[in-house]
C-alpha cells in the first residue's frame, strides 16, 4: 500500500506565475488535508477535504489560494500570483475516515523567485 | 495565537538515555495529542497519540504522558538510539479534524 503521494517535490516559480501542487492520498483514504510550513516553524493547518467537497478552509489565505478534491484524480492546491512570501513546504496529508490519526506524503518545496 | 508550544528548540541527549520532550497547550477543547517526528526533506510521521481520557499511553520505546490539569503533555524515549535524532513535532486535534502543531524541538542523541 503505497503512501501519500506528492508532486513536485521541489518547484521554482517566480513571482506572479500560478503554482499546482498535487497530492495523492493513500489508497482507500476519502479525506485529505494540506499543512505549509514556514522556515524554522511548525505545520499550520490550511484546508481540509473530502470527495468534491471542501470541509474546513479556515486556514487558506482568502486571495489566490485555492484547493479541490475532485471524484477522480489527486487532490489539488493552487496558488495564483506567487509572491516570495509563499515560499514553503506543503505537506498534503490523508486518513481513511473522519480519524485523528493522518498520514502525511514527503512534501512540495515551492521556492518563490 | 499558538494554541500548542514546545517551549524548548532543541535537546541533545545521550544514547542509552531517557530523552523527554514537552508541551503545552492552551485550547483545553484538544480531545486528541499525537507525537509526530520528522526527518529533514521528509513528511512527518506518526510515532504515538493518546487520548483526553486517558493519562499515559506506551509503545515499545516511546510512552505519552497526559496531564489535563497542567494542559501539558510529554513524550519519554528510552533508551534513546542515534536513529531517534530528528525533530519531534507535538500535534492536537479536536473532534477529529485539523492538527494544531507545536513548534518543533530536535533531538540530538550523542554517541
Known amino acids: 500500500n503505497a503512501g501519500v503521494m506528492q508532486n513536485p517535490r521541489h518547484l521554482v516559480r517566480r513571482r506572479g506565475q500560478e503554482a499546482r501542487l498535487r497530492c495523492s492520498p493513500m489508497k482507500g483514504h476519502s479525506h485529505v488535508y494540506w499543512y505549509r510550513q514556514l522556515p524554522e516553524e511548525g505545520l499550520k493547518f490550511m484546508v481540509y477535504?473530502?470527495?468534491?467537497?471542501?470541509?474546513?478552509e479556515s486556514g487558506m489565505p482568502k486571495e489566490r489560494f485555492s484547493a479541490e478534491f475532485p471524484k477522480e484524480g489527486p487532490s489539488i492546491l493552487r496558488i495564483q500570483q506567487v509572491v516570495r512570501g509563499d515560499s514553503a513546504a506543503y505537506f498534503c496529508?490523508?486518513?481513511?475516515?473522519?480519524?485523528?490519526?493522518?498520514?502525511f506524503g514527503p512534501g512540495t518545496r515551492l521556492t518563490v523567485l | 495565537d499558538q494554541q500548542v508550544k514546545q517551549n524548548s528548540p532543541s535537546l541533545s541527549v545521550q544514547e542509552g538515555r531517557i530523552s523527554i520532550l514537552n508541551c503545552d497547550y492552551t485550547n483545553s477543547m484538544f480531545d486528541y495529542f499525537l507525537w509526530y517526528k520528522k526527518y529533514p526533506a521528509e513528511g512527518p510521521t506518526f510515532l504515538i497519540s493518546?487520548?483526553?481520557?486517558?493519562d499515559k499511553n506506551e509503545d515499545g520505546r516511546f510512552t505519552v504522558f497526559l496531564n489535563k490539569s497542567a494542559k501539558h503533555l510529554s513524550l519519554h524515549i528510552v533508551p534513546s538510539q542515534p536513529g531517534d535524532s530528528a525533530v519531534y513535532f507535538c500535534a492536537a486535534s479536536q473532534g477529529a479534524q485539523k492538527l494544531v502543531f507545536g513548534q518543533g524541538t530536535r533531538l540530538t542523541i550523542n554517541p
Open positions: 493518546i487520548s483526553s481520557i486517558k
Open positions: 496529508a490523508s486518513s481513511p475516515r473522519l480519524a485523528d490519526e493522518q498520514f
Open positions: 477535504l473530502q470527495k468534491e467537497n471542501i470541509i474546513d
